[in-house]
């Protein structure tokens, strides 16, 4: 059984996890665009149609993380999205901060992923999460 301090802070990474994952969509959108987020997805040899798929996931699943919506299935099939982002950054060199951006921050961001599945929902959810895969 989870304490109240457990479950508020699950609620707590899981409320940030989405506003970064709502943030880095409204990125795409607002600074890149998503047309040339298709064309750097292309440059990287990704299919450039799948900017707007992954722009699509990341805005739908960093609000339904916010609200509380199936959260860890919603963490679990974000995690394919970081995982390519760390794949794309690993040539970058381990520190974000460096020409490309590193790969220290995708990981941890797969990291958190792995956390929100594996931990409960949390408190102010509007549809809780059943059991997915593992208990």
Request: charged share 5%; aromatic share 14%.
């Amino acid at each position: 059984m989870h304490t109240q301090s457990q479950l508020f802070g699950n609620s707590l990474l899981r409320i940030s996890f989405g506003i970064m994952w709502i943030a880095h969509a409204l990125l795409k959108l607002f600074v890149f665009t998503l047309p040339g987020t298709a064309q750097y997805f292309a440059s990287i040899g990704l299919p450039a149609n799948l900017a707007y798929l992954v722009f699509t996931m990341e805005l739908l699943g960093g609000t339904a993380l916010v609200l509380g919506i199936y959260a860890r299935q919603i963490a679990l099939l974000l995690l394919p999205i970081m995982a390519v982002a760390t794949w794309v950054h690993l040539p970058n060199g381990w520190v974000h901060t460096s020409a490309g951006g590193g790969w220290e921050y995708p990981l941890f961001l797969c990291l958190v992923s792995i956390v929100i599945y594996l931990q409960a929902d949390g408190v102010f959810t509007l549809k809780r999460s059943d059991h997915f895969l593992l208990n």
